[in-house]
């Protein structure tokens, strides 16, 4: 074979071998510029998730801290309202006034003596300063509705009183009444929180064969019902046409939520 041809024949398998590598160093060109765009896109990624993860921090340490605020404000709150049912036994509770704690629901019974005088219903100063303390307290109190409930013994009202009562049951409403529009118009209680209701002396909570019985039967009970009593107003609605109609409300007309069974409803008299 004559030399050129070998030197032809070497020439392009040079040729060949140069391409080879020229194409091989291109395709390792392009994959390091691939894997340094996919560095760069994890790179990016791993920034943004590394943002993300400290602004979940942050709000959950804002949320951690408006939890702990919270919490604060629920214990400063239920420490407040004990402290003030406290001050409240401690000035209150006598013989006239006795306060009780059941399944939630708190109740202030205060005898007849201490708010009217006998036959009326309009509430004397020692038992406006009475209500007054107790609206105090309710003021801390304002998610829990309120039931005023007039009680009498059974000593029946032959004539007409000096406030127009013919019977213990308009005497019991009309003190509810006269409590209930006292604890709104002067203690700043509102109004949608509070119902009035007249037992007359069908709830005694001692026998009227003694004078000391009968003494503890006229009463005014202001309960506040516990939480899980308190009702919205389609509730209330509902239960209206289960129930027959009882309650006074000094600023609704909706039938009561809860709380002593309901009396027959009697009109105030006319001032």
């Known amino acids: 074979?004559?030399?050129?041809?070998?030197?032809?024949?070497?020439?392009?398998?040079?040729?060949?071998?140069?391409?080879?590598?020229?194409?091989?160093?291109?395709?390792?060109r392009q994959d390091t510029k691939s894997a340094l765009a996919a560095a760069e896109e994890a790179k990016l990624q791993a920034e943004q998730a590394s943002s993300m993860t400290n602004r979940m921090q942050v709000e959950l340490s804002a949320l951690k801290s408006e939890s702990e605020i919270l919490a604060q404000k629920i214990k400063d709150t239920q420490?407040?309202?004990?402290?003030?049912?406290?001050?409240?036994?401690?000035?209150?509770?006598?013989?006239?006034?006795?306060?009780?704690q059941l399944q939630g629901r708190l109740t202030f019974n205060i005898l007849d003596r201490v708010l009217f005088d006998?036959?009326?219903?309009?509430?004397?100063?020692?038992?406006?300063?009475i209500l007054l303390k107790i609206a105090k307290f309710?003021?801390?109190?304002t998610n829990r509705e309120v039931q005023v409930v007039g009680h009498t013994d059974n000593v029946p009202i032959h004539n007409r009183t000096a406030d127009g009562f013919t019977d213990n049951w308009s005497?019991?409403?009309?003190?509810?009444?006269?409590?209930?529009?006292?604890?709104?118009?002067?203690?700043?209680?509102?109004?949608?929180?509070?119902?009035?209701?007249?037992?007359?002396?069908?709830?005694p909570v001692a026998s009227n064969d003694t004078p000391e019985g009968k003494t503890k039967n006229r009463r005014i009970a202001v309960v506040v019902l516990p939480d899980k009593l308190v009702a919205?107003?389609?509730t209330k609605a509902d239960a209206a046409t289960n129930a027959p109609p009882a309650l006074l409300h000094a600023g609704s007309t909706n039938a009561p939520t809860a709380g002593e069974t309901p009396a027959p409803t009697v009109t105030p008299p006319p001032k």
């Open 1 to 28: 074979m004559p030399k050129s041809t070998w030197v032809f024949a070497g020439i392009l398998s040079a040729l060949v071998i140069i391409g080879a590598l020229g194409f091989s160093l291109r395709e390792a």
């Open 232 to 234: 919205d107003d389609t």
């Open 79 to 100: 420490e407040e309202r004990f402290g003030l049912e406290q001050q409240l036994r401690a000035e209150l509770e006598s013989k006239d006034v006795a306060i009780s």
């Open 171 to 203: 005497l019991s409403a009309g003190r509810a009444i006269a409590a209930v529009r006292f604890l709104q118009e002067k203690g700043g209680v509102a109004p949608k929180r509070l119902s009035a209701v007249g037992c007359g002396e069908f709830r």
């Open 138 to 141: 309710l003021g801390a109190v």
């Open 118 to 129: 006998s036959g009326r219903a309009a509430l004397k100063p020692e038992g406006e300063t």
